[in-house]
């Protein structure tokens, strides 16, 4: 950073007969004088890496929050508290994720110990997290772990039941001390806005024009410290919208801020569109027993215990309407009409069995059943 009387670089660009150029020139901090050197060709983030600032770090020393799985600066975290924060962070707020870690550990403290658990035990420890995918990709890694023990690098992490380039680089970098960058939604905005990278940073150029900006980033630095720093400043300050510009270690040096446009990067990813799923969702009630099925392949809740549909069971009376339920997953929009029986049936078809009561908790791990049984006045 440039002293009190240190001259401070620039950079700007114009556009004329020869297509659009930059030009670099130097400022005294009173903005009394400047000089303007000779135009360049403009170059891209590529072409200027940035490596990050010391600011930087020195502000998430005095702004870190304490989380769990975190440990002091210099110690290296345990991979198994890493693998299954960031796993549960996935999708999920971090307030809500804070609690249930520390509950998962109180049962699983080791991923030996995770390893032998059975799946239902580990979908019911996950209600309520949504994307079920996760748990049952967590307990597939957790067994494979227990019996070759842990890799070292990102690229071996990577090869684990659904640990994609984000979780295999922090478990790499933040327990095994591998120089790795880690681009989470934090950090891609963030270095699209000092960088001022457009374009689409999901995929082709843009995706390799923010990976190198990323690699720059951690040049020559504590790859771990800059990594957790960079994420920390994008959940606290650089915002999605109403980036705190004012309060940021790197509004020097921040393109975006420069321009007075932060909001404008990164560029929206494309939104898929939704789903409409509408089913008539039967609650059948025997004493103190309810129906449930084992949602089939192709289903939204595959493998869960669900509810059985309307067209599912052949019933000799009418069952009671208990309005609708109205849900979201994953890109669908979900709408149940609830209705109640309490006719006896004979052979149950395949696939279903009766719950008692005091099980559903257990069975149940998807919000999206326990709403339609609380609409039918029979809550868990």
Request: glycine share 8%; net charge positive; hydrophobic share 40%.
């Amino acid at each position: 950073m440039a002293g009190p009387s240190e001259a401070k670089g620039f950079l700007f660009s114009y556009s004329g007969d020869s297509g659009t150029r930059a030009v670099e020139g130097r400022v005294s901090p009173r903005r009394e004088n400047f000089q303007i050197s000779k135009p360049r060709e403009m170059r891209s983030v590529t072409d200027l890496p940035m490596q990050a600032p010391l600011s930087l770090e020195r502000w998430f020393s005095s702004r870190r929050r304490d989380l769990p799985w975190r440990t002091p600066p210099g110690v290296p975290r345990d991979p198994w508290q890493t693998l299954l924060s960031e796993t549960m962070s996935q999708q999920t707020r971090l307030e809500v994720v804070v609690p249930r870690f520390e509950q998962w550990l109180a049962l699983w403290p080791s991923v030996e110990e995770f390893s032998r658990s059975q799946e239902e035990d580990a979908l019911a420890a996950w209600a309520g997290l949504g994307y079920y995918s996760r748990v049952r990709n967590l307990l597939r890694c957790a067994r494979i772990l227990a019996q070759e023990g842990w890799p070292r690098f990102a690229h071996q992490l990577r090869k684990l039941p659904g640990v994609g380039p984000y979780t295999a680089a922090a478990i790499a970098s933040f327990a095994f001390g591998e120089q790795v960058p880690m681009i989470d939604g934090n950090v891609l905005r963030v270095l699209s806005r000092v960088g001022a990278i457009a374009g689409d940073l999901h995929g082709g150029p843009g995706k390799r024009r923010l990976e190198a900006a990323a690699t720059a980033w951690i040049s020559g630095r504590d790859a771990a410290v800059v990594n957790e720093a960079t994420m920390e400043l994008g959940a606290l300050v650089c915002l999605p919208r109403s980036p705190m510009c004012h309060s940021c270690p790197l509004a020097e040096t921040c393109r975006a801020c420069r321009d007075g446009q932060p909001e404008r990067f990164p560029q929206p990813k494309p939104r898929r569109e939704a789903t409409d799923l509408e089913a008539e969702v039967l609650v059948l009630i025997n004493e103190d027993r309810i129906l449930l099925r084992r949602a089939g392949a192709g289903e939204l809740l595959k493998g869960h215990w669900t509810l059985p549909e309307r067209s599912q069971l052949r019933l000799e009376t009418p069952p009671d309407d208990c309005g609708l339920v109205r849900h979201a997953i994953t890109h669908h929009r979900i709408r149940w009409r609830i209705l109640r029986s309490r006719e006896r049936l004979g052979r149950i078809p395949d696939g279903m069995e009766w719950c008692p009561r005091p099980l559903l908790p257990t069975r149940l791990v998807s919000s999206l059943p326990r709403k339609a049984l609380e609409q039918a006045g029979v809550p868990i």
